[in-house]
């Protein structure tokens, strides 16, 4: 076991132990605070497979952007000290046995495909090749989704300063 | 980087992704269950990162469908944001079983 794999394992459990801390906790900033390192951990598993670029952007749009916005809105609209109510029992027996089934089942038809790792093929991830791609059409090329999601950010920035506008009392 | 068989990091993501969904089934606050959501979309996202690079090496298909992701989920959040604060203002909670005026 090299020093890669442990710290594989250690990134992994730590993502799923943040990860039910997110959704366990009774405390809306702590929750916010438990996602901010398990998003963390993420960029460290993307980085861990090969795919710095990904990392980086991980940590820029989701731990610089997403997790600042939330923290903001609960700012905006919680009180400080407020605990969570629980949550139903009927409610989360309910959640519980939906997850714990779904996640049988995909677990066993992963185990039923058990795919085979392909070293042999493997070459760094270029900017050169992601920037190409990005921006060439044709076959392997994505310049039309990028537009389309481009055109998709600006409306999502409209709609949310025309949803969040502050309209005067008459 | 790492040679771990690829079903442990597949493990990973669907075991987060359940994660996800039991906190959006089970919390009720809607700015925990946009969490949730993040968590879910980032367990997408190692998903596909682990098919590119370990069953597909070569290809960057896993790579730009995460980029993608990302960048919804940033304008997704935005906007769920924005429409939280609108309902903030107008019920005065963002519990979503206390918001029922269009329930029939």
């Given at each position: 076991m090299?020093?890669?794999n442990f710290i594989f394992y250690l990134v992994s459990s730590m993502i799923l132990v943040f990860g039910v801390l997110t959704i366990s906790t009774r405390q809306l900033f702590r929750s916010a605070i438990y996602?901010?390192?398990?998003?963390?951990?993420?960029?460290?598993?993307?980085?861990?497979?090969?795919?710095?670029?990904?990392?980086?952007?991980?940590?820029?749009?989701?731990?610089?952007g997403i997790i600042v916005l939330i923290l903001f809105s609960l700012f905006l609209t919680q009180q400080a000290g407020l605990k969570l109510p629980l949550?139903?029992?009927?409610?989360?027996?309910?959640?519980?046995?939906l997850s714990f089934f779904g996640f049988v089942l995909l677990f066993s038809l992963l185990l039923a495909a058990s795919p085979e790792a392909d070293e042999n093929s493997f070459?760094?991830?270029?900017?050169?090749?992601?920037?190409?791609?990005?921006?060439n059409f044709g076959k392997n090329g994505y310049v039309l989704p990028f537009e389309v999601v481009s055109i998709l950010l600006l409306a999502a920035m409209i709609g949310a300063i025309a949803i969040a506008f502050k309209t005067k009392k008459e | 980087m790492i040679s771990v068989p690829v079903?442990?990091?597949?493990?990973?993501?669907?075991?987060?992704?359940?994660?996800?969904?039991?906190?959006?089934?089970?919390?009720r606050n809607m700015i925990t269950m946009l969490m949730a959501v993040e968590l879910m979309l980032n367990a997408v996202n190692?998903?596909?990162?682990?098919?590119?690079?370990?069953?597909?090496?070569?290809q960057l298909e896993g790579l730009f469908f995460s980029i993608?992701?990302?960048?919804?989920?940033?304008?997704?959040?935005?906007?769920?944001?924005?429409?939280?604060?609108?309902?903030?203002?107008?019920?005065?909670t963002i519990d979503s079983d206390d918001i029922d005026s269009l329930k029939f």
């Open positions: 090299t020093i890669a996602l901010l390192f398990s998003l963390i951990n993420v960029a460290a598993l993307f980085f861990l497979m090969d795919n710095e670029f990904l990392a980086a952007v991980q940590v820029v749009v989701y731990v610089g949550p139903g029992l009927g409610r989360s027996m309910m959640a519980g046995l070459s760094a991830i270029t900017m050169k090749e992601i920037g190409f791609g990005l921006l | 079903t442990h990091i597949l493990f990973v993501s669907f075991a987060l992704f359940f994660i996800g969904a039991y906190g959006f089934f089970t919390r190692i998903n596909f990162i682990a098919f590119n690079r370990y069953l597909y090496p070569g993608f992701i990302i960048t919804i989920a940033a304008a997704e959040a935005a906007v769920a944001i924005a429409i939280i604060i609108n309902i903030y203002r107008r019920f005065k």
